[in-house]
């Protein structure tokens, strides 16, 4: 069973970075998904009604800043659902919204009746789980995703990937919403950008904490590529020789 591996390896063809690369990625799509948890509830139970409710709550609490948890069934531990959704920092309201409805619907098709589950998509990541969560770095929930085209010198751009990211990494505490992206030229017409964001319930220093074990996963994840991602339940980063977001472009 895929739920008691604690770090999924996955490749995925990323769109190779021509012309209109990025565009092509939309947000109905979905990236990757864990179901996270053994156990399963049945219908017409208190837990599926919870987890109805936590769902609901975070379709319309994430929307406004991007981000937002919800609990539901504080009275009864043993039904209690905790959800979490998290847009990426330059989502707008509306499309976040809509990515948080998708995937809520999405996570049940995939997970039917599991406890805890996760499912990511470019503009929105969704949690739940029968375990509180809150506060602390997922490191259970986590993919790679990497572009297969390699770099013509390793050594150097290894290195400059883990600059960007550590640069990037170092101003997120400092951030409203622990989202940060950057670029840096690494030769002459040719740029690497950057991207880090974090959940919003993790403790101070918590964000930064958590993009180092993610860069610390580069050489597994992405060595010699010229796109990655590692991306887990409480942070992520992504790199690329392209526009991340319409701010880079
Ligand atoms: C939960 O459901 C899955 C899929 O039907 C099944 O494989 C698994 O054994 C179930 N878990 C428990 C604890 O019954």
Known sequence: ???????????????????FGDDIVTDSAFLFHICSSFDNYTAHTPYASNLNQALD????????????????????????????????????SADCKNCVATASQEIRERCPYGKGAAIWYDFCVLKYSNTKFFGKIDNRNKFYMWNLE???????????????????????????????????????????????????????????????????????????????RVVGGSCNFRYELYPIVDAQK
């Open 57 to 92: 709550q975070l379709a319309s609490n994430a929307p406004p800043s991007g981000f937002g948890l919800s609990s539901v069934g504080k009275d009864n531990l043993q039904n209690q659902v905790n959800g979490l959704a998290l847009c990426r920092g330059d989502v707008s």
């Open 1 to 19: 069973m895929k739920q008691s591996t604690p770090t999924i390896f996955l490749g995925l063809f990323l769109v190779l970075p021509l012309a």
């Open 150 to 228: 390699e770099s013509d010198d390793p050594a150097a751009f290894n290195e400059q990937v883990k600059r960007l990211l550590t640069s990037l990494s170092e101003k997120v505490e400092a951030t409203r919403n622990l989202y940060v992206i950057g670029d840096v030229e690494i030769k002459a017409s040719e740029k690497l950008y950057g991207l880090v964001q974090c959940t919003r319930d993790l403790p101070s220093g918590g964000c930064k904490k958590c993009l180092e074990i993610a860069i610390g996963e580069l050489p597994s994840c992405c060595d010699a590529k010229i796109g990655g």
